[in-house]
């Protein structure tokens, strides 16, 4: 286990009703930009109840709507625009991943000099933020407890990822009655997101990491539990609360600290985003059965890691290492194709042809140096192949 940091200085109201707390935003200042992405937090009343709360907090709210499922910079831009403009001492995000992710880099981008493009193109870069809030409505990136955004330049087909510790929130509000509106869609492609978080994590070859094995091999275990429930009845408490929770802890660094390698899956994923624009979920589900069949190919001794898996999350009783392995890359496919109902394919989510495959696994090869098995530009067309 290698040394680490591990400090999450998020303060999570957990639970229905705790949405009274963004009343505790005065405490920070006086005008607050409120960033969303469609019309469902007002179809749903999270809204109206927001702006009440802030407004009887003596909080004026100036809007950044619009925000897209793969948050583009230039409506990044329009954020810290605002924020310049308008005199805003805080940034509070309503909705999933993709929204608390656009107004981290807003929040970051309004006390700095420069274009916010810089700040996802060079991490260091970002020394300081303005205080970020969320109220979660979908789980599935953690962003809510971690100092990850993602964020796209769709005229340059670029989706990259930056982080730094001023980007974790202040404070999160997760009700996982929230997300009983949720679409089947949207509750399966979260799941495999988190999962695929708690993956990149576990699949390590760093010796000595028990205790992020065990906290993986729980999570794991409880988003296959209750991904399938919450999709069958989405007004299940548990279920939602359950998966809201471990979504969390899959990336904020709970699980990866200490062990994790570089990201492998991701980096693929996140090429085809930003070329295809395609649910990020989705493709991640697509890839993950097909790296895994990949590397275990191409590395015999991940069978070892794999098996691990098998073994504690699937209850594969197999003895030989590598037919474990298998069934366990099996049991993935099984989950995410069927019980899921995710796209098996790349071409169910309209990916028709492989003609970008080569410019996307050069900057995969190099967004995924260091991870659990070094891949080849090369060896990531195989895999989109593979997908495809």
Request: glycine content about 8%; overall charge negative; proline content about 4%.
């Amino acid at each position: 286990m290698y040394n680490f940091r591990f400090s999450v200085p998020t303060t999570i109201y957990f639970g229905k009703g705790q949405i009274s707390h963004l009343a505790e935003l005065k405490d920070y200042g006086s005008k607050a930009l409120l960033v969303y992405g469609g019309g469902s937090i007002k179809r749903n009343g999270i809204y109206d109840a927001a702006l009440k709360i802030l407004g009887d907090a003596g909080v004026a709210v100036t809007e950044l709507s619009g925000v897209e499922p793969n948050p583009r910079i230039e409506t990044v831009r329009k954020g810290v625009d605002l924020c310049k403009s308008e005199g805003i001492d805080m940034v509070l995000a309503i909705g999933g991943g993709s929204t608390i992710d656009c107004a981290k880099v807003v929040a970051a981008g309004a006390v700095y000099d420069g274009d916010a493009w810089d700040l996802v193109l060079d991490p260091e870069k970002i020394k300081e933020a303005l205080p970020i809030f969320s109220v979660l409505t979908l789980s599935a990136t953690g962003s809510e407890m971690d100092e990850f955004a993602v964020i796209s330049d769709m005229s340059k087909n670029e989706k990259w990822g930056t982080g730094a510790q001023a980007l974790k929130p202040t404070m999160s509000v997760l009700d996982p009655t929230y997300t009983y509106s949720v679409s089947k869609k949207q509750t399966a492609a979260g799941t495999a997101d988190m999962m695929s978080h708690t993956f990149e994590s576990y699949f390590t070859k760093e010796p000595g990491c028990d205790v992020q094995a065990r906290f993986a091999e729980g999570l794991l275990k409880t988003m296959i539990k209750y991904g399938p429930v919450a999709l069958e009845k989405p007004d299940n408490y548990d279920a939602r609360a359950n998966l809201m929770w471990a979504a969390s802890h899959a990336i904020n660094g709970l699980v990866a600290a200490g062990s994790q390698p570089a990201w492998c899956v991701h980096p693929m994923e996140h090429e085809l985003s930003a070329f295809y624009d395609i649910t990020h979920g989705e493709g991640l589900a697509i890839l993950t059965p097909a790296w895994m069949d990949f590397v275990l190919k191409k590395d015999p001794s991940t069978a070892a890691n794999f098996a691990a898996y098998g073994r504690n999350v699937w209850d594969i009783a197999e003895t030989d290492d590598e037919k474990a392995a298998k069934e366990a890359i099996a049991k993935t496919r099984t989950f995410f194709f069927e019980t899921m109902g995710l796209p098996a394919n790349l071409r169910a989510v309209g990916i028709d042809s492989d003609e970008h495959f080569g410019v996307m696994a050069e900057k995969a090869a190099k967004g995924s140096e260091g991870c659990f098995v070094p891949l080849t530009k090369a060896d990531i067309i195989e895999i989109f192949k593979a997908a495809f």
